[in-house]
């Protein structure tokens, strides 16, 4: 099920127990740029080798995958809104890294997705001009990061999707209003994740582990649909 079509059943749901006090319902997409703070990356490789290293990661927002996200808020009548936000952001460790820790494969390239629930507040109008609404926001969820680890001198690979830890989000943003269906937005966000990740093994050997804490910046423009 694709980002797009997981935030219209969530929009529906939240409709159908919306109370009757509610405003509107929010669709929003987006794209930006991201980069990632360094972060120490520190555990064992599978068989015990350890490891603990400042790593310097890379966004590559603008590489494919592509960096995206999107939401759906259900704005009350007292302009608080409540839903829910995925971003597909990345992180990729340098040659330098991958090389002291004892990796050639060190990213979460299909995406370092951050799923978070959000409460949101905006002010339309505060400018006296009905097409500017500053808002701010602010999420509690989890990364589900898809984990691209290859062992130097190993057979196996890990290569797939883990639940690694709690994640933190931050926005604020400005949307301008095409009518009263579509608006533009632009946004910063903040995002902290950590992570505990597991290393697969080769046949004999145990798992390995890898933690480090992500923290991303990005900015983002999107179109919103509201109804």
């Known amino acids: 099920m694709n980002m797009l079509k997981s935030l219209k059943l969530t929009a529906a749901a939240i409709a159908l127990i919306a109370s009757p006090a509610a405003a509107e319902m929010e669709l929003s997409l987006y794209m930006g740029v991201q980069n990632v703070q360094d972060s120490t990356a520190s555990g064992n ?4 080798a350890s490891f603990s290293r400042n790593v310097n ?10 960096y995206y996200g999107g939401r759906a808020i259900w704005w009350t009548q007292g302009n608080l809104g409540f839903g829910i936000e995925g971003t597909h952001t990345k992180a990729y460790a340098s040659d330098a890294d991958r090389a ?15 799923i978070t629930a959000n409460i949101m507040k905006r002010w339309p109008g505060v400018f006296n001009n ?18 691209d680890i ?13 639940t690694t830890g709690p994640a933190v989000r931050g926005i604020a943003g400005m949307k301008y209003n095409l009518n009263d269906k579509w608006a533009l937005f632009g946004e910063y966000q903040v ?8 290393i697969d093994p080769d046949p004999g050997q145990t798992a390995g582990k ?4 992500l923290v991303t ?11």
């Open 45 to 48: 490789l599978p068989g015990g």
């Open 100 to 114: 002291a820790i004892g990796v050639d494969r060190l990213e979460f390239s299909d995406g370092h997705n951050i």
């Open 210 to 213: 890898l933690k480090t804490e």
């Open 191 to 198: 995002v902290w994740s950590d992570n505990d990740a597991t």
């Open 130 to 147: 009905a097409k500017f609404t500053p808002y701010v926001g602010a999420g509690v969820g989890v990364a589900i990061p898809h984990v």
């Open 57 to 66: 990661w890379e966004g590559k927002p603008l590489e494919n995958p592509y």
């Open 217 to 227: 910046h990005a900015v983002n423009l999107g179109i919103s649909y509201s109804f």
């Open 150 to 162: 290859r062992v130097t001198g190993a057979t196996d690979r890990t290569f797939g999707y883990e």
